[in-house]
Nanobody, 124 residues
Framework: QVHLVESGGGLVQAGDSLRLSCAGSGRTFSSNAMGWFRQVPGEEREFVASINWSGSDTYYTESLKGRFIISRDNAKNTVYLQMNSLKPEDTAVYYC?????????????????WGQGTQVTVSS
């Protein structure tokens, strides 16, 4: 099993950038697809982005393409989410998640393990 710890969240102003990190432990991290999701209280968890085991394939929810970038460094067992031109509607708890598979998916139920989440708040 892989244990995930997110970091990098915080309070920023609209238009700012943030980079979230997700550090994983466990020897299978580099062979697993990873994803980022976000959730606002009272709403369902929303897919943000995913990346395959090597980083060669990435997927984004349509509304975030061009502003958010997912990447990974398997040597550091870390996945990143670069968030640019942040908007107040990006405010949410952001979760890192992993699959026991190299193939990317975008539904929360397709992911096998999760981090504890990191809060991102964007003020107007």
């Amino acid at each position: 099993q892989v244990h995930l710890v997110e970091s990098g969240g915080g309070l920023v102003q609209a238009g700012d950038s943030l980079r979230l990190s997700c550090a994983g432990s466990g020897r299978t991290f580099s062979s697993n697809a990873m994803g980022w999701f976000r959730q606002v209280p009272g709403e369902e968890r929303e897919f943000v982005a995913s990346i395959n085991w090597s980083g060669s394939d990435t997927y984004y929810t349509e509304s975030l393409k061009g502003r958010f970038i997912i990447s990974r460094d398997n040597a550091k067992n870390t996945v990143y989410l670069q968030m640019n031109s942040l908007k107040p509607e990006d405010t949410a708890v952001y979760y890192c998640a992993g699959r026991n598979s190299a193939v990317v998916r975008w539904q929360p139920n397709d992911y096998d393990y999760w981090g504890q989440g990191t809060q991102v708040t964007v003020s107007s």
